[in-house]
Each structure stands twice: as C-alpha cells, then as structure tokens.
C-alpha cells in the first residue's frame, strides 16, 4: 500500500485527487501549503509527493528541492497549471520525478502514480527472510519453516514493514499513521488486535515471539527467532 502526500490549495482539485486515489488504494494525506506539509513530512514518511508549484506560502519546486536533499525515497511528481517548456525544465531540475500540467486526467494522474509504485517495488527485494520466516512480496505468501502463514491484508502490511526494517522500532502511532491512514476510524487497539493475530500464527510454543515490544520504543522484527 503507497502512501501519498498532496499538497495542492485548491481544495476542489485536492479533493479529487484524495478521492481518485483512495479509490485505487493509496493511503492520502492533504496539505494545503507549505507549512503543513512540512508538518506531515517531518512525523511520517510518504511513497510518493504530488506537489503544486504556486502554495499560499511558497514555490512547491523550492520544498521540492529540500525534500530531495534529504535523501529519502519519495517520488516527487509536480502537478500545476504551469505549463511552459521552461516552467517543465525547471520542476525537473528542481528534483522532480515527473510533470502533470493542469487540467489533467484523473486516468492519467493514476497511471503516473503507478509507473512510480512499480520503479519503487523493482528496487525492492522480491523477497525477504528473517531466520525461518520468508515473505514473497509479489505473492503476498509467508512462510514460517516452510509452512505457508495465511495472513490478512493489514497482518501482511505491518509484518514487512518489520521485515524491512530489522532493528528498528515502530510505535503504534507510527503503524497508524503509516498503514491505516490519517483519517481511519481504527484506534490503537487496531495495531494491539493486529500484532496478537500475527503472533499466534507466527510464534512457535516455548519460544519468544518473533514480533518483540519494547517498551518506550515500539514494535520490532525478533531476528533471534
């Protein structure tokens, strides 16, 4: 699941495009300048931008810049009414991963957002393995010993978040934010529900489980296990 920022003023524009999006999947955020975005930026991490140029604050090609120059993997794709050679030239050096002028396609602005998803997905590891657990990512299988795990969407998507990320802890506001989206209904005990559910199909008898939580930190992937 693609988590996407938009940061667009226009509220009819921002609220087709939310809408487009959350239709085929994407997980939505909607800033209205500069400043909130940076907001939504600076707590959660984002799949892809889709960036207006001309903010109430500011130039969308100038956040566009520094969000490049962090070094984070986010897809950057412009989308403004400005349309002229030079104006396509200077989103692109700007850092841009792509160009959409104004009116646009709601097709087109999909098809776009999934040529990115499917460049991301080829950069990733087809699969991942974490001591006796396996995870085919294209498959969306798990297998703990060789067994297949049947798990549920949300089980899938919080256990390789861990898997990709082993070491590193993720709070339940984090997994929230991340996998369920800012403007779920689901509460903490979403995550809690979602985590006993992945334990008692994953964790062998006897053994820790292989989904730890440390206390004032948050969930990680046990590698011991």
């Given at each position: 699941?693609?988590?996407?920022?938009?940061?667009?003023?226009?509220?009819?524009?921002?609220?087709?495009?939310?809408?487009?999006?959350?239709?085929?999947?994407?997980?939505?955020?909607?800033?209205?300048?500069?400043?909130?975005?940076?907001?939504?930026?600076?707590?959660?991490?984002?799949?892809?931008?889709?960036?207006?140029?001309?903010?109430?604050?500011?130039?969308?090609?100038?956040?566009?810049?520094?969000?490049?120059?962090?070094?984070?993997?986010?897809?950057?794709?412009?989308?403004?009414?400005?349309?002229?050679?030079?104006?396509?030239?200077?989103?692109?050096?700007?850092?841009?991963?792509?160009?959409?002028?104004?009116?646009?396609?709601?097709?087109?602005?999909?098809?776009?957002?999934?040529?990115?998803?499917?460049?991301?997905?080829?950069?990733?590891?087809?699969s991942l393995k974490i001591g006796s657990l396996e995870m085919e990512i294209q498959t969306r299988k798990v297998f703990r010993d060789g067994e297949e795990v049947r798990l549920l969407k949300k089980?899938?998507?919080?256990?390789?978040?861990?898997?990709?990320?082993?070491?590193?802890?993720?709070?339940?506001?984090?997994?929230?934010?991340?996998?369920?989206?800012?403007?779920?209904?689901?509460?903490?005990?979403?995550?809690?529900?979602?985590?006993?559910?992945?334990?008692?199909?994953?964790?062998?008898?006897?053994?820790?489980?292989?989904?730890?939580l440390d206390h004032g930190f948050g969930y990680r992937i046990n590698s011991q296990n």
């Open positions: 699941m693609a988590k996407v920022l938009v940061v667009e003023d226009d509220f009819d524009v921002a609220d087709v495009v939310r809408d487009t999006l959350r239709a085929d999947n994407f997980v939505v955020d909607v800033a209205n300048n500069i400043r909130d975005a940076k907001h939504f930026l600076s707590v959660s991490s984002y799949d892809i931008l889709v960036l207006d140029w001309e903010l109430p604050d500011g130039a969308g090609v100038d956040l566009c810049r520094e969000v490049k120059m962090t070094g984070e993997p986010t897809a950057i794709l412009m989308l403004t009414g400005r349309a002229s050679t030079n104006d396509r030239v200077q989103g692109l050096d700007s850092g841009a991963d792509d160009y959409l002028t104004k009116p646009f396609e709601t097709s087109e602005l999909l098809a776009r957002l999934r040529s990115f998803m499917r460049r991301l997905w080829q950069k990733k590891a087809e089980e899938f998507e919080v256990l390789e978040l861990l898997m990709r990320n082993p070491g590193d802890h993720f709070s339940t506001e984090y997994l929230l934010d991340k996998l369920w989206g800012q403007d779920s209904d689901a509460g903490s005990d979403a995550v809690f529900q979602c985590i006993r559910r992945l334990r008692r199909k994953l964790d062998k008898p006897e053994s820790d489980s292989l989904i730890a």
